[in-house]
């Protein structure tokens, strides 16, 4: 059975581990830099904000060993702030953290929080308020890195990777 250790420190890292765990993929925190000399397949890097999870890996002295980890062949996957902590570079934010995908990101990509129209179906208005919803304003890819780029991925290189950790 493949084993994914889930970046915790900040974010929506438990929604990650109890989808994981539904389909019977192994999962377990990455907390502290102890942590990661567990044997472990893949890395989630879960939705949450990026700059606190950048700070935090730095500061708990996890960033270099997750950098060489993805750098040497390491599956990883990020989700909205977790793609920008991957990203060599974010469009609107000059900070970069991991910077072990080649992409250009684009924070917020979707709007600001507060700006997003959340969409309730007229026949839950009555039942689910607006404030009530938890909801994301998405990160994005703006750029990929250039063609014949030895970390290019299609998507079906991508569906593959997440499929192998199953």
Sequence with gaps: MKKV????????????????????VETFEIRQKKDLE?????????????????????????????????????????????????????ENDDRVHFATMDIVAKRNAYGRQLSIDVGIPADLKDIVKEEDVQFLAESAVADACAPGNPKDASLEDIIALYHSLM
């Design 5 to 24: 250790g889930v970046l915790a420190v900040q974010g929506a890292f438990i929604e990650h581990e109890n989808i994981l765990n539904r389909i019977g």
């Design 38 to 90: 567990r044997d472990f397949d893949g890395l989630i890097i879960p939705g949450g904000e990026s700059t606190v999870i950048g700070k935090l890996a730095r500061e708990l002295d996890m960033q270099d060993t997750l950098v060489k980890k993805i750098n040497d062949g390491m599956p990883v996957f990020g989700t909205c702030a977790g793609l920008l902590v991957l990203a060599k570079k974010i």
